[in-house]
C-alpha cells in the first residue's frame, strides 16, 4: 500500500504558540490530502480537504484562519494550527489520495500528531 | 440519521470466533467502501475494500457488500485478541477520494 508520514509525531507547546505538522505522500502522487482531528474515544472528525495548488476546502465549523493548511506540491500538505489553546489538544491525523495510490478513491491514512497545549 | 451508521459496540467474541461488523449507509449514489482498523492511539489502516455486490476474502477478513440493502459488513475468522481495535466503515462516491466515515465498532477478543 501506499505510504504517508507526518511528522512531529509529538508535539507539546506552550498556549499561544503555532504548530506546524507536516504530511508527506512518500511513493505516490497525492492529488487530494485530508486533516482529520480526533479527540480521546471520539470518532474522526474531518477538518479540511486541500487540493495541490489550490485553496484547502474546510467542513463547517472549522476556523480556516486558524487552522492554515498548505498543499503545494503533489507530495506534501502542511497543516498549522495557530494561537494553539489547550482546547486544541487533539491527535491531527492526514491522509491522502492520489492518482496512481488509490484506485477505488481509498485514503491512506499518516501516523498521526499528537499535539498537547499547555 | 447518519450518513454511515455502526453499532459503536463493544462487540465481544471469544478467540477463535467469528466476529461480525455490520455499516448501512445512506447515500445510494456511493461507489466503493472501505473497511479501516484502528488501535487504540493509532491512526486508521486499510484493511478491505470492496466495490462489487456480493463477498469479497483475504485471509481471515471477508467483506460483504449488498447495495440494494446499502449494506456492507466484514467477518472476521478466528479472531484473535490482536483483532481487538475500533473498525471504521466508509463510503465513497467516487468523487475526488472524500469518503464518509462511521463512528467505529471497538471490538474486544477474549483470550
Known amino acids: 500500500g501506499a505510504v504517508v508520514s507526518q511528522h512531529p509525531s509529538r508535539v507539546i507547546c506552550k498556549s499561544g504558540t503555532s504548530v506546524k505538522i507536516e504530511c508527506r505522500s512518500l511513493?505516490?502522487?497525492?492529488?487530494?490530502m485530508f486533516w482529520y482531528r480526533q479527540f480521546p474515544k471520539q470518532s474522526l472528525m474531518l477538518m479540511a480537504t486541500?487540493?495541490?495548488?489550490?485553496?484547502?476546502?474546510?467542513e463547517q465549523g472549522v476556523e480556516k484562519d486558524k487552522f492554515l493548511i498548505n498543499h503545494a506540491s503533489l507530495t506534501l500538505s502542511t497543516l498549522t494550527v495557530t494561537s494553539a489553546h489547550p482546547e486544541d489538544s487533539s491527535f491531527y491525523i492526514c491522509?491522502?489520495?492520489?492518482?496512481?495510490?488509490?484506485?477505488?478513491?481509498?485514503?491512506?491514512f499518516g501516523p498521526g500528531t499528537r499535539l498537547t497545549v499547555l | 440519521q447518519k450518513e454511515v451508521e455502526q453499532n459503536s459496540g463493544p462487540l465481544s467474541v471469544p478467540e477463535g470466533a467469528i466476529a461480525s461488523l455490520n455499516c448501512t449507509y445512506s447515500?445510494?449514489?456511493?461507489?466503493?467502501f472501505f473497511w479501516y482498523r484502528q488501535y487504540s492511539g493509532k491512526s486508521p489502516e486499510l484493511i478491505m475494500f470492496?466495490?462489487?455486490?456480493g463477498d469479497k476474502e483475504d485471509g481471515r477478513f471477508t467483506a460483504q457488500l449488498n447495495k440494494a440493502s446499502q449494506y456492507v459488513s466484514l467477518l472476521i475468522r478466528d479472531s484473535q485478541p490482536s483483532d481487538s481495535a475500533t473498525y471504521l466503515c466508509?463510503?465513497?462516491?467516487?468523487?475526488?477520494?472524500?469518503?464518509?466515515f462511521g463512528d467505529g465498532t471497538t471490538l474486544t477478543v477474549k483470550p
Open positions: 466508509a463510503v465513497n462516491r467516487g468523487d475526488a477520494g472524500k469518503s464518509t
Open positions: 486541500s487540493n495541490e495548488g489550490s485553496k484547502a476546502t474546510y
Open positions: 511513493d505516490f502522487q497525492a492529488t487530494t
Open positions: 447515500d445510494r449514489g456511493s461507489q466503493s
Open positions: 491522509s491522502a489520495h492520489g492518482t496512481s495510490g488509490g484506485f477505488y478513491n481509498e485514503q491512506f
Open positions: 470492496i466495490y462489487s455486490n
